[in-house]
């Protein structure tokens, strides 16, 4: 499978901003999807980037870079309940997923 | 507002026994998918599929499994003589055009013993 690499763990502070990054194989890779993955709980979806630039919604924004193969995550206005895991995943050949083992956030007070 | 329904949210099964995880789509939606995710690790696709047939499949995704849209609603995995590391939590996902935004079920947790 294709690698997918991202930070293990990350702390920050409420009110702060975060940024996660994530590193992929860009051979066959055609978007990147940003997911929040609560304990216990589904992914649900962030963002989708399939061009070079900056996706902003919200508190959220995630970039891409395809010619370096790399995104980040950027949470600003950090609250409590964004402590989750948030998961890098690479779809390739139109039809493949791969995931990153995703980053688990603390925002402490 | 709508979402993908998963059935049941825990199953256990006697290692060799033969599993049937089922799903409820997105009504609207036309791709679907299955994805594991072991205790701990990372989310893992298993198999997509659109037009009554498999898109993709990784290489988890062998003999041993299998998909079916047995009607107009369901979308089901079918695992086979199950075996102790196939316990995990099985995830449900649709989308409606390729590559955009899945919603994901709230899982099955398979454990096998």
């Known amino acids: 499978g294709q690698n997918i690499d991202q930070p293990t763990e990350m702390t920050a502070t409420e009110g702060a901003i975060v940024q996660i990054n994530c590193t992929y194989q860009?051979?066959?890779?055609?978007?990147l999807f940003w997911y929040q993955q609560h304990a216990g709980e589904a992914p649900t979806f962030l963002s989708y980037n399939v061009l070079d630039g900056l996706e902003e919604k919200g508190r959220f924004s995630s970039f891409l870079s395809r010619s370096k193969g790399y995104s980040y995550l950027l949470l600003k206005e950090l609250q409590m309940k964004d402590s989750a895991s948030y998961l890098c995943?690479?779809?390739?050949?139109?039809?493949?997923?791969?995931f990153g083992s995703g980053t688990k956030l603390n925002v402490k007070p | 507002e709508p979402e993908v329904t998963q059935t049941p949210s825990h199953q256990v099964t006697q290692m060799g026994q033969e599993v049937i995880l089922r799903c409820v789509p997105i009504?609207?939606?036309?791709?679907f998918y299955w994805y594991r995710q072991i205790l701990g690790q990372k989310v893992e696709f298993l198999v997509s599929?659109?037009?009554?047939?498999?898109?993709?499949k990784s290489e988890i995704f062998d003999d041993q499994f299998s998909v079916e849209r047995p009607d107009g609603s369901n979308f089901t995995l079918k695992i086979r003589s199950t075996k102790l590391e196939d316990s995990a939590m099985y995830f449900c996902?649709?989308?409606?055009?390729?590559?955009?935004?899945?919603?994901f079920g709230p899982g099955t947790r398979l454990t096998v013993l």
């Open positions: 996902a649709s989308s409606e055009p390729q590559g955009y935004e899945q919603f």
């Open positions: 995943a690479g779809l390739y050949n139109f039809n493949k997923f791969y």
């Open positions: 009504s609207n939606h036309l791709y």
């Open positions: 599929f659109y037009n009554n047939e498999i898109s993709e």
């Open positions: 860009t051979s066959g890779f055609n978007g």
